[in-house]
């Protein structure tokens, strides 16, 4: 019987957590806190069908209305001033946010052309998870008959978990296809070694 994400990640993978790690209760487990899907518009900053492109699919594919993000501060280089509107971007928590988790893993990466699996490096210091997609048509709401614009985005999942090597462990046991590589830790210690 097929097991949902938030399903399985209670009945599951805390239990293999807390066998693998030294969490004193379930609360201490790490966990995802929210997904954020976030679209920068560059060049097409100013191109108004673009940007209704943007919101659009990342409604149909979010469930919610994506907020629009602001330049925080002036660049001369990219013709950019303070307050400009770059970009939208939308956070999910709770059952939305296992809902696309789940969706990402078993029907958006198949759906990617060459996938070859995620790269450990995307992982950051404090265990979030970033994750580029060049296409917005991987997604299956998003009906290639109906966008004008195909644009990339940006997925990145903040997780409790504050150090990489429990966040790496979750992920793998949410089901995320991580490629076969040395890891940076590896790399090092077999440059070390001295070769007589």
């Given at each position: 019987?097929?097991?949902?994400?938030q399903?399985?990640?209670?009945k599951k993978?805390?239990?293999?957590?807390?066998?693998?790690?030294?969490?004193?209760?379930?609360?201490?487990v790490?966990?995802l806190?929210?997904?954020?899907?976030?679209?920068g518009?560059?060049?097409?900053?100013?191109?108004k069908?673009?940007i209704?492109?943007v919101i659009?699919?990342?409604t149909?594919?979010?469930?919610?209305k994506p907020?629009?993000?602001?330049a925080k501060?002036?660049?001369?280089?990219?013709?950019?001033?303070?307050?400009?509107?770059?970009?939208?971007?939308?956070?999910l928590?709770g059952k939305?946010?296992?809902?696309?988790?789940?969706?990402l893993i078993?029907i958006t990466?198949?759906?990617?052309k060459?996938?070859?699996?995620?790269?450990?490096?995307?992982?950051d210091?404090?265990?979030?998870?970033?994750i580029g997609?060049?296409?917005n048509?991987?997604?299956p709401e998003?009906n290639?008959d109906?966008?004008?614009?195909i644009?990339?985005?940006?997925v990145?999942?903040n997780?409790?978990?504050?150090?990489r090597?429990p966040a790496?462990?979750l992920?793998?046991?949410?089901?995320f296809?991580?490629?076969?590589?040395?890891?940076?830790?590896?790399?090092?210690?077999?440059?070390?070694?001295?070769?007589d």
């Open positions: 019987m097929y097991m949902r994400l399903e399985k990640y209670k993978i805390v239990p293999k957590m807390m066998a693998e790690y030294p969490y004193k209760n379930i609360f201490a790490p966990r806190v929210k997904a954020v899907i976030n679209v518009f560059g060049r097409n900053v100013k191109d069908v673009f209704d492109n659009s699919s990342l149909r594919l979010a469930g919610q907020i629009l993000t602001k501060k002036s660049i001369s280089a990219f013709k950019i001033k303070q307050g400009m509107i770059i970009g939208a971007m939308v956070s928590r939305r946010m296992y809902d696309f988790v789940e969706k078993h990466f198949p759906r990617v060459d996938f070859r699996g995620l790269s450990e490096n995307q992982l210091k404090q265990g979030n998870l970033s997609i060049r296409e048509l991987a997604f998003i290639a109906e966008v004008d614009k644009h990339s985005l940006e990145c999942l997780t409790t978990a504050n150090d090597e790496l462990a992920f793998k046991l949410m089901g296809p991580f490629k076969h590589e040395e890891s940076e830790y590896g790399r090092k210690e077999r440059n070390n070694i001295k070769h």
